[in-house]
Structures are given as structure tokens and as C-alpha cells.
């Protein structure tokens, strides 16, 4: 080994891309076996409540999630469910935490690949998988993990193609990486910028239009699970979105949709690009509107993601990588920038990190190779790699120690100019320590609760969070089919299936049933009994009926 300038030349320290010595492979049997210990000992133990209710109950029971589907969730859900014992919503919450581990494994693969150290791999593994974005979502019921888990093995499978050139590899990389389109369509500006290389390098060095062309068909293959999809709304396989809630949504006087709106066709591109408006809404995005979620997006990404250690460290790491493998470099600024305007035109605060999920990955990749800069040219320069290889890992753990600790304090002291915090989805809910549920129980506890006190064949209305609690208990534990549960999230429309429903029964003997009083309900109420179930979760009970309802059927297609 020598040292000069600043810079390790060692030829133990790293490896040649493609063959990890059983040294290496260490590396990632650590990242695999820490991980998932740590994600494990997190996972929430029960059903949750919102989109983690609704997939425990999808998962379990197979059907339709929220947009845009996620039918790869639902199939490997059901299988992955039905092998473990246990209470049935943790053995969802707990395969978020083994692909979590596995994302975490499969950054070190990749960073062996490229031709890193093992430390440094193992380190840039540190740094994605102690992200809070990240961290948060292998603990609870979510797409994230699994549909990131995928597009890693992509990303992987591309890298291989380039280097070894064969027809196969590129082929398995195509379907890979349209694979990841059927676990999260958030990762497509990642996908079309691996896909647009890999095409690009069929094209260019291995035989032309011949190679290339089958690519995207390798790539569309991947994307058949949305058949599953389809074919689960038409056949009401288990808990189905469209059919529980978008129907009801879209046509509350008879939950049934009509002409516009009953072919598998419509429903599936409705549930990929709707983004849960009502068809023909028009929705743009301005381009200040951009700007500022970039701008946002960004600031909450160097603060409460990667941090500032590791964001000052991307600089020495992207010219460390640009001497190695300036092709990689040419990959992944574009695959970061895109997805970072594809996320500012979405979405917006919380969910920003959510959508550079996929992009974070090349940047954990890169601030590694900083940490290893950092490493060759502030440590004593005669000392040994092994020895100063231990430090790149743990100057990672203190690196992704700054982004937490900012974070927990930005929640009572936001930090300015835009009064920055690291909220994740859910902004009623900010998260301190490993284990991120304050109550773990309460939605269990409150679902029990709740089917218990409701009275028989009741309209229940609720916020998403709650009514989805209901619909697990229905799925999964076959609990009280004789209640209408119904989501209030398309007002006024709900209050017309309200009112269909008090012209239909007698509310003495079938009552309304709020599970929040929502404010617009105000003028409507003739009068409720409150009753307290449970952790101050409450039941607003309507036996007088409601009066001033909004009038007509409330269909869509008909406004």
C-alpha cells in the first residue's frame, strides 16, 4: 500500500467490480443481518391506521391498494403473510423491515460493483438505510421498502450488463427495471435514465437496432402485475380501493358506477395517473410551484436525509467517483436531478423524501467515497487500511447522527429561512427515538373498540386515518359486515350518501355514524350523542335526521 496526495492506493482495500471476495461479502451479510435487527426490533406490532391500515388489510387479503395499485405489494404481500404466524398486521409491518434489510444489503452489492472498498460499500449503506424517509418506512405496513428493494436489484443487474455486455443481463435488467414500475411509479425518472442508458449501450456497442428493441418489450413484461391489478377489481378480490372507496366517492347515491366508469381499463389508468382527482379536474402545477418544492424538497434533504456531513461530503466524492467511473457519474446526476423535479411537480413537503427514495440511493454511493476522501487525507498516513477502514463506517453512523438530532430539534424550533422540519407523511406526527410508535396499540385498541359500540347496519363515516381500521377488522378478522363504512374524503359527496342514507332507513334503528365531527357539518346536525370508546378517540352517533343536505345523485361525470 502507498499513500500519496491525500489518496489511498490500496489494492486490498478494494476489489475488482463483479467478484467480492468472501471478505467482502461480509460486508453485506452484516448490512443484511444489523438492518434487519434494528428494523425488526422497531416494527410496529400491530394494525396501524390510513395507507399502513389499508395495506395490512390488502396484504393480507389480497386486492386493490390506493393509487396507483401496488399490485406487487398485494402478491408478494399474500404470499409473505401467509408464511409467517403471529398477529397478522405485524407479519406485514415485519416484511417492511426484511426488505428494508435487504435494500440495506443490496447498497453494499452495489457498491462492490462499482469497485468500492467493503468499507466503504458497508458506509454508504449506513448512510442510506439510517435515513429517516427510509428508517420510518421499514417499521410500518408501506410500498417503500419492497418497491425499493426492486429497483436496487435493477440498478444492480444494469451495472452488471454494462460491465460483462451480455444480451441476457441486459435483458433481466429491462425486466427489472419495469418490475419497479409495478412496485412504486415514483421511481420512473430513475427507471427511464438506467433504461435510456442501457439502450443506449445496446445501441451503441453490441449490435445496434437488433439489440435494442427488445429492451422495451424485457421492460413492459416487467410491468404485467398491473394485470393482477385489474383483474382483482373485476373479480372483488379481497379489499379493493376502487370499489370501497372511489366508487362510493364517485357516485354516492348508488356506490355503482356507471358507464364512464366500469371498464378495467378506465379504472387501472385512472388508479396509475388520477392521482385521486375526480376524472377531467384539471390540475397544473406552476412553475414557481416547482421551484419552491425543489427548493424546499432539497433543504429538507441535506437537513433531515442525508444531512450536512454527508451532503458536504458529496463534492470530494463525486470527483473521487468521476476518476473511477466517470460513466457512473454521467448516470446518476441526471437520474437525481429528474427525480427531483419529478417529485417537486407531485408532491410536497414530507413526501419529497418518499419520491427521492430511489434517487438517495447514488448519493448514499457518493458521500461514502467523501467519507473516504476524508478518511485517506485527515488520518495518520502511515497507519494501515484495516485500521483506518474502521473509520469510514463509523464516521457514516455519526454522519447520519446529525440529520436526527436536527431533526428532533426542528420539530419545537424549525430552522429557518423556511422554518425547515423533518416531518415524515404524516405531519400530525413527529418521531423521536428507533422505536417511532408513542402508542402502539392505539388503533388496535381503537378498531375493537369501535366495531363493539357501533350500532347494528350503521352508515360509518370517518377521515381516512380511522375508517381504514375498520375496513382491516372487516377483511381480515371478518368483523361487523353489516355496517356501510364510508370514507369523507370527497365532501360534498359524502353528504349526499348521508342523506340518501336517511331517506332509505330509519336513523332511530340505523343511525349515522361519524367517527370525527367534521367542521362543514355543522349546519346539517339536528343533534348527536358523543360516546368516548377509547385513548379520546370518539363516536358521533345521528339518530335525528340531518337537515339542508346538498341535493342530486353527486356523480361525477355529472357535475
Given at each position: 500500500?502507498?499513500?500519496?496526495?491525500?489518496?489511498?492506493?490500496?489494492?486490498?482495500?478494494?476489489?475488482?467490480?463483479?467478484?467480492?471476495?468472501?471478505?467482502?461479502?461480509?460486508?453485506?451479510?452484516?448490512?443484511?443481518?444489523g438492518s434487519l435487527v434494528i428494523y425488526g426490533a422497531g416494527a410496529a406490532p400491530t394494525v396501524l391506521d390510513g395507507d399502513s391500515a389499508e395495506l395490512q388489510t390488502v396484504a393480507l387479503t389480497g386486492g386493490v391498494a390506493h393509487t396507483t395499485g401496488y399490485p406487487i405489494f398485494a402478491m408478494v404481500g399474500w404470499v409473505f403473510t401467509h408464511l409467517l404466524p403471529g398477529?397478522?398486521?405485524?407479519?406485514?409491518?415485519?416484511?417492511?423491515?426484511?426488505?428494508?434489510?435487504?435494500?440495506?444489503?443490496?447498497?453494499?452489492?452495489?457498491?462492490?460493483?462499482?469497485g468500492f472498498a467493503g468499507p466503504v460499500a458497508f458506509a454508504a449503506a449506513v448512510l442510506y438505510g439510517a435515513g429517516f424517509a427510509f428508517w420510518a418506512a421499514a417499521l410500518r405496513a408501506e410500498v417503500y421498502t419492497i418497491?425499493?428493494?426492486?429497483?436496487l436489484l435493477a440498478y444492480w443487474r444494469t451495472l452488471v450488463a454494462f460491465r460483462t455486455g451480455d444480451r441476457g443481463h441486459r435483458l433481466l435488467a429491462a425486466f427489472l427495471l419495469g418490475l419497479s414500475l409495478a412496485g412504486q411509479l415514483s421511481c420512473a425518472p430513475a427507471v427511464g435514465v438506467?433504461?435510456?442508458?442501457?439502450?443506449?449501450?445496446?445501441?451503441?456497442?453490441?449490435?445496434?437496432?437488433?439489440?435494442?428493441?427488445?429492451?422495451?418489450?424485457?421492460?413492459?413484461?416487467?410491468?404485467?402485475?398491473?394485470?393482477?391489478t385489474a383483474w382483482a377489481d373485476a373479480n372483488a378480490?379481497?379489499?379493493?380501493?376502487?370499489?370501497?372507496?372511489?366508487?362510493?366517492?364517485?357516485?354516492?347515491?348508488?356506490?355503482?358506477?356507471?358507464?364512464?366508469?366500469?371498464?378495467e381499463w378506465q379504472r387501472l389508468l385512472w388508479l396509475l395517473i388520477g392521482r385521486n382527482a375526480v376524472p377531467g379536474s384539471q390540475e397544473s402545477t406552476s412553475l414557481y410551484a416547482v421551484a419552491r418544492n425543489v427548493y424546499n424538497g432539497g433543504a429538507r434533504l441535506m437537513l433531515f436525509e442525508l444531512g450536512p456531513v454527508a451532503t458536504l461530503l458529496l463534492v470530494p466524492g463525486l470527483k473521487r467517483l468521476w476518476t473511477r467511473r466517470p460513466d457512473e457519474v454521467a448516470r446518476m446526476v441526471p437520474l437525481v436531478v429528474l427525480s427531483q423535479l419529478f417529485a417537486a411537480h407531485v408532491v410536497a413537503g414530507g413526501m419529497n423524501a418518499i419520491f427521492m427514495l430511489y434517487a438517495l440511493a447514488p448519493l448514499a454511493l457518493v458521500a461514502a467515497l467523501g467519507l473516504e476522501w476524508a478518511v485517506a487525507r485527515w488520518s495518520d498516513r502511515g497507519a494501515a487500511w484495516s485500521r483506518k477502514a474502521v473509520l469510514v463506517p463509523a464516521l457514516a453512523v455519526f454522519a447520519m447522527a446529525v440529520p436526527h438530532a436536527l431533526r428532533v430539534w426542528a420539530y419545537e424550533h424549525p430552522i429557518p429561512p423556511g422554518r425547515w422540519q423533518g416531518l415524515g407523511e404524516d405531519s400530525?406526527?413527529?418521531f423521536y427515538l428507533l422505536w417511532r410508535f408513542h402508542d402502539p396499540y392505539e388503533f388496535r385498541d381503537f378498531g375493537r373498540a369501535a366495531i363493539r359500540a357501533i350500532p347494528e347496519s350503521s352508515l360509518v363515516v370517518g377521515t381516512w386515518r380511522d375508517i381504514s381500521v375498520l375496513y382491516?377488522?372487516?377483511?381480515?378478522?371478518?368483523?361487523?359486515?353489516?355496517?356501510?363504512?364510508?370514507?369523507?374524503?370527497?365532501?360534498?359527496?359524502y353528504l349526499v350518501r348521508v342523506r340518501v342514507w336517511?331517506?332509505?332507513?330509519?336513523?332511530?334503528?340505523?343511525?349515522?355514524?361519524?367517527?370525527?365531527?367534521?367542521?362543514?357539518?355543522?349546519?346539517?346536525?339536528?343533534?348527536?350523542?358523543?360516546?368516548d370508546i377509547s385513548r379520546g378517540h370518539r363516536l358521533y352517533l345521528f339518530h335525528e335526521p340531518f337537515r339542508g343536505l346538498p341535493a342530486g345523485d353527486g356523480n361525477v361525470f355529472e357535475q
Open positions: 500500500m502507498s499513500v500519496s496526495s491525500g489518496r489511498i492506493h490500496a489494492a486490498p482495500a478494494s476489489i475488482a467490480p463483479g467478484h467480492p471476495s468472501s471478505r467482502h461479502r461480509m460486508w453485506v451479510l452484516l448490512a443484511l443481518l398477529d397478522p398486521a405485524f407479519r406485514v409491518n415485519l416484511m417492511s423491515s426484511v426488505f428494508g434489510a435487504a435494500c440495506v444489503a443490496q447498497i453494499v452489492v452495489i457498491g462492490l460493483e462499482l418497491s425499493t428493494f426492486i429497483f438506467l433504461g435510456i442508458a442501457l439502450a443506449w449501450d445496446a445501441f451503441r456497442h453490441r449490435g445496434g437496432l437488433r439489440e435494442v428493441w427488445v429492451l422495451p418489450v424485457a421492460c413492459l413484461a416487467g410491468c404485467t402485475p398491473y394485470f393482477y378480490v379481497g379489499q379493493d380501493y376502487l370499489r370501497t372507496v372511489v366508487d362510493p366517492a364517485f357516485f354516492p347515491a348508488t356506490g355503482v358506477p356507471d358507464f364512464h366508469f366500469n371498464k400530525t406526527r413527529p382491516y377488522y372487516r377483511y381480515v378478522e371478518h368483523s361487523r359486515p353489516d355496517l356501510a363504512l364510508h370514507f369523507n374524503g370527497s365532501y360534498p359527496r336517511q331517506e332509505q332507513h330509519d336513523l332511530a334503528r340505523r343511525p349515522v355514524v361519524f367517527l370525527t365531527l367534521f367542521p362543514e357539518l355543522s349546519p346539517h346536525i339536528v343533534g348527536a350523542d358523543s360516546l
